[in-house]
């Protein structure tokens, strides 16, 4: 059975198959500690900062004038967090308006052991 790759979807959003295989090694640049921890690489870095940009824009459009604030979940968010709020201060610094934002952490159990 050919495998393709994944495809834009009717609403905009990319849809990855579930028989997807994901991309070959060969064409990334990774740290060679992980050589023998990865197969593939199923969602390339440059697609997941063209999907927080386009998040951030929307993010712009949908508050007008409002006030942001951020909440970030430690510590498995802390990197998108991040991105997401740089991208929507460099927004905010390019356009004709600036949207106040804070930004807040919180940090939650790993894993609740039920008795």
């Known amino acids: 059975m050919a495998v393709s790759k ?12 579930d028989d997807w295989p994901g991309y070959s090694l060969d064409l990334f640049s990774y740290p060679s500690h992980y050589s023998g921890d990865l197969d593939c690489v199923v969602v390339p ?3 997941i900062m063209d999907r927080t940009e386009r998040l951030a824009r929307n993010i712009m ?12 979940v430690l510590k498995g968010g802390y990197q998108f967090c991040a991105d997401l ?3 929507i201060k460099a927004l905010s610094r390019n356009s004709n308006r600036t949207i106040p934002m804070r930004v807040h952490f919180i940090r939650l159990k790993s894993y609740l052991v039920s008795s």
Do not use: T, W
């Open 45 to 47: 870095h440059g697609v």
């Open 85 to 87: 709020v740089d991208r």
């Open 6 to 17: 994944p495809q834009v979807g009717g609403s905009g959003g990319i849809v990855i198959d």
């Open 61 to 72: 459009d949908d508050l007008g004038d409002h006030d942001i604030v951020v909440l970030c």
